[in-house]
């Protein structure tokens, strides 16, 4: 076989694939992992995406009724004020505030997951109608406090002390549940990564069940908690107009509770 051409010496390249069978390969691995990845199932992803913190993923947005109910309340509590508290008309702001949650409700009776701007802005119009009808009557009754025209009857004071300072905790956690993460239609969609206010659960998520997030009744807790210790408590405040908002609620609170009590021990006494 001196003189015989062995098997794979042709061309003197033995053992070399050719170069269209290598890229037939190259090809065929492409193609493979392509429908790996297309096999992902939903699972797979979901579980991928729990990953991520739960206030980070997108939600259920939450029920309306709760909402709707705490601003119910509110418009009580001012309808209830003494008349030299009320602005006049006295029933100019409770009626818009009335016609506001009657909107808002029946645009988005069940759950808010809807992105809407008008529909925001109609909200932060409720709270912000809210919030400058108890400023008005805490103004009026601090200042009656002060200059001795706010009467001699000590349940009158403390009645009209307690409806203000509980508005007051209702628009303020009003104000922290519409504003922290763009809001609540917002948060259920996870547009924006970073907290406005970071709650217990979020910084350790072992103390809640998955998908935790915060709801109105955690905002209001988080205003009931800053308008009667005067400063945060077991939520942080982050951004800087979470902090200021907070300040200005204290101190709100702290003039109202603080003259109210003093005037009634004094008439009291």
């Known amino acids: 076989m001196s003189g015989a051409e062995r098997p794979g010496d042709a061309g003197g390249h033995a053992g070399t694939p050719d170069e269209p069978g290598a ?3 190259l090809r065929g691995i492409h193609e493979h992992l392509e429908r790996l990845e297309r096999l992902l199932s939903d699972d797979e992803r979901a579980a991928a995406g729990r990953l991520a913190p739960a206030w980070r993923q997108t939600a259920a947005g939450e029920h309306r009724l709760p909402v ?3 601003v119910v309340v509110a418009i009580v509590l001012q309808v209830l004020l003494p008349a030299r508290l009320e ?11 009335g016609a506001l949650a009657v909107g808002l409700t029946a645009a988005n009776p069940r759950r808010i997951d809807r992105s809407s701007r008008s529909l925001r802005g109609a909200s932060v119009l409720l709270i912000a109608s809210i919030s400058f009808a108890n400023a008005w009557s805490a103004v009026l009754l601090v200042r009656g406090l002060v200059d001795g025209t706010s009467g001699s009857n000590a349940a009158s004071i403390l009645g009209s002390g307690a409806a203000i300072y509980l508005t007051n905790i209702i628009a303020f956690g009003l104000w922290y549940w519409e504003l922290d993460r763009g809001g ?30 915060a709801r109105f009744f955690d905002y209001l807790w988080l205003s009931y908690t800053n308008a009667t210790a005067f400063s945060p408590t077991d939520v942080m405040p982050l951004s800087r107009w979470a902090k200021q908002l907070m300040l ?22």
């Open 23 to 25: 890229a037939h390969v």
């Open 68 to 70: 709707a109910g705490f």
């Open 87 to 97: 602005m006049h008309p006295s029933w100019l702001l409770p009626a818009l505030e």
């Open 184 to 213: 609540p239609a917002a948060r259920a969609e996870a547009q924006r990564r970073y907290p406005d206010f970071m709650f217990p659960q979020m910084a350790n998520p072992d103390l809640a069940p998955p998908g935790w997030t």
């Open 248 to 269: 200005l609620q204290s101190a709100v609170s702290l003039s109202t509770v603080a003259l109210v009590v003093a005037r009634a021990v004094n008439i009291l006494r």
